[in-house]
T-cell receptor, first 114, second 115 residues
Framework: GNSVTQMEGPVTLSEEAFLTINCTYT??????LFWYVQYPGEGLQLLLK?????DKGSNKGFEATYRKETTSFHLEKGSVQVSDSAVYFCALSANSGGYQKVTFGTGTKLQVIP | DTGVSQDPRHKITKRGQNVTFRCDPI?????LYWYRQTLGQGPEFLTYFQNEAQLEKSRLLSDRFSAERPKGSFSTLEIQRTEQGDSAMYLCASSLVGGPSYEQYFGPGTRLTVT
């Protein structure tokens, strides 16, 4: 079956530091890949997405590139802010019996300190 | 576009009681999904609807759980005879068939605590 593996957290960074959160996946076919963010007490918000190999998704300074050869979709940001503190979920969407089933990783908690 | 809404946001109930949650998807979305998220985990798929038809159910959805989407708009998730293990965040999401990348839009969730 499909699966997503994320680096375990929590990740603690100082403001303006560089962020990388690793994500690798296992899937048949050609999934779409996503990063979702969840702020405390809230639901998931789509952060960025990529639908085919070598696509780069980007939003709010975050980027991730769909690497089919390494089955990876690592999240990066050049300079984090305190407001980026949240839990980040890597996810894939693949066709399963006629609908796009989404499989999530376990999430990586990011804490940014001033 | 008001997004996906869920009600209530929080529910505390005693073991053995029944609870019902409601989800209102984005108005033009014809697919609706329910997920369960426990502490420290990612969301796990429970079930999904296309219009009013429930097309798939996870093994996580025991006989005590039932979901409906009677008119293809809002959906309800009922848990009968709640157990402490049912304590979790219940998330609803919606999407549009043929929409860009089939991305799903999530509601804020209903946090259930069973005492």
């Amino acid at each position: 079956g499909n699966s997503v593996t994320q680096m375990e957290g929590p990740v603690t960074l100082s403001e303006e530091a560089f962020l990388t959160i690793n994500c690798t996946y296992t899937a048949t076919g050609y999934p779409s890949l996503f990063w979702y963010v969840q702020y405390p007490g809230e639901g998931l918000q789509l952060l960025l997405k990529a639908t085919k190999a070598d696509d780069k998704g980007s939003n709010k300074g975050f980027e991730a590139t769909y690497r089919k050869e390494t089955t990876s979709f690592h999240l990066e940001k050049g300079s984090v802010q305190v407001s980026d503190s949240a839990v980040y979920f890597c996810a894939l969407s693949a066709n399963s019996g006629g609908y796009q089933k989404v499989t999530f990783g376990t999430g990586t908690k990011l804490q940014v300190i001033p | 576009d008001t997004g996906v809404s869920q009600d209530p946001r929080h529910k505390i109930t005693k073991r053995g009681q029944n609870v019902t949650f409601r989800c209102d998807p984005i108005s033009e979305h014809n697919r609706l999904y329910w997920y369960r998220q426990t502490l420290g985990q990612g969301p796990e798929f429970l079930t999904y609807f296309q219009n009013e038809a429930q097309l798939e159910k996870s093994r996580l959805l025991s006989d005590r759980f039932s979901a409906e989407r009677p008119k293809g708009s809002f959906s309800t998730l009922e848990i009968q005879r709640t157990e402490q293990g049912d304590s979790a965040m219940y998330l609803c999401a919606s999407s549009l068939v043929g929409g860009p990348s089939y991305e799903q839009y999530f509601g804020p969730g209903t946090r259930l605590t069973v005492t």
